[in-house]
């Protein structure tokens, strides 16, 4: 099956894309996760997306798009994939669909994680205590849920319109949120 998990920063994206990976053996393909691999091997690649991620922009579509291609096509996506943090915008949704259907797949399922905008503050501020992540800080919080607001309103009626969207409460517990998703892959 392949699936796109879309949401706001910190929804649970990749929190629950672990999850599935593990239970039913889709391949979790993060392109956040892609970005900051380059980031920390210090790529000339990474050390260009580094400014832009850190301010919370988005990256420009071609490198994303053909990040996740190498992917799609690999064996590793046999059973299906979970796409995490990606498309984020059209030009990345109908690259994505053309390069499935060259392999003779296609998107089962969109399911959006909502999460009010308080709880998504708290959770950032507490993986930037743990974590550190560079990008997780006030100014560029703002900057990305601001940017999520504006691609949301272009990709998510994309997937509605063909029929694939489906809106999930991801304002519950990990476990919870997981239940739930459950339910929607089987
Ligand atoms: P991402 O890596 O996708 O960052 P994210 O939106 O913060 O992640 P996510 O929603 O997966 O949060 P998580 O599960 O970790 O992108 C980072 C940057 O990369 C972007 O800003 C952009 O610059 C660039 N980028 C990536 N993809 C791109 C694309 N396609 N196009 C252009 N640019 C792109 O959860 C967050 C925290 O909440 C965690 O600490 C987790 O423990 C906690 N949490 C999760 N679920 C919870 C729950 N149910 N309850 C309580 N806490 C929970």
Partial sequence: MNIILFGPPGAGKGTQAKILEKEYGF???????????EVSGQTELGKKMKVIMDQGNLVPDEIVIEMIRTYV???????GAIFDGFPRT???AD??????????????????????DDAL??????????????????DAFKVRLGLYRDYSADVL??????????????????EDVSKALRLLVS
């Fill in 121 to 138: 503050v708290g959770r950032i501020e507490k993986r930037a205590e743990e974590e550190g992540r560079d990008d997780d800080t006030v």
């Fill in 95 to 116: 690259a994505l669909s053309s390069m499935l259907k060259e392999c003779g797949k296609a998107i089962e399922c969109v399911i959006e994680l909502q999460v009010e």
């Fill in 27 to 37: 391949k979790q393909l993060s392109t956040g996760d892609m970005l900051r691999a």
């Fill in 157 to 174: 009626p994309y997937y509605k319109a063909k029929g694939l969207h489906s809106l999930l409460d991801g304002d519950q517990s990990v």
């Fill in 73 to 79: 096509e690999s064996d590793d996506c046999e059973k």
């Fill in 90 to 92: 059209v030009a990345q």
